[in-house]
């Protein structure tokens, strides 16, 4: 699986962005995809999945703000930020995998990830 993110940048406390990430080589519609995200000196953390079956979870965190979608027509999976606080500053990655646990926020059950984008957020 090859994985494209786009959509991060620099935004004021409170402001919204909407992250993408596409997809190709594989059945999308099969896979879950998840968000994950880094801060400098972090250890990578989960943001939100979205399963194949349309089920979604988020980190508490993010819930009430942010909201993980998918379009299988387009490959493609979305992360709508709204709210955003300074620390949600990181670089955020998008990953797939395809699994039978409910563990979705374990890093180790992604099999692709994409190659990241910055979430800068000013207070």
């Known amino acids: 699986v090859q994985l494209v993110e786009s959509g991060g940048g620099l935004v004021q406390a409170g402001g919204s962005l909407r992250l993408s990430c596409a997809a190709s080589?594989?059945?999308?519609?099969?896979?879950?995809m998840a968000w994950f995200r880094q801060a400098p000196g972090k250890e990578r953390e989960f943001v939100a999945v979205i399963l194949w079956s349309d089920g979604t979870d988020y980190a508490d965190s993010v819930k009430g703000r942010f909201t993980i979608s998918r379009d299988n027509a387009k490959n493609t999976v979305y992360l709508q930020m709204n709210s955003l606080k300074p620390e949600d500053t990181a670089v955020y990655y998008c990953a797939a995998g395809r699994y039978s646990t409910a563990t979705y926020y374990d890093v180790r059950l992604y099999e692709s990830w994409g190659q990241g984008t910055q979430v800068t957020v000013s207070s």
């Open positions: 080589g594989v059945t999308f519609s099969s896979y879950h």
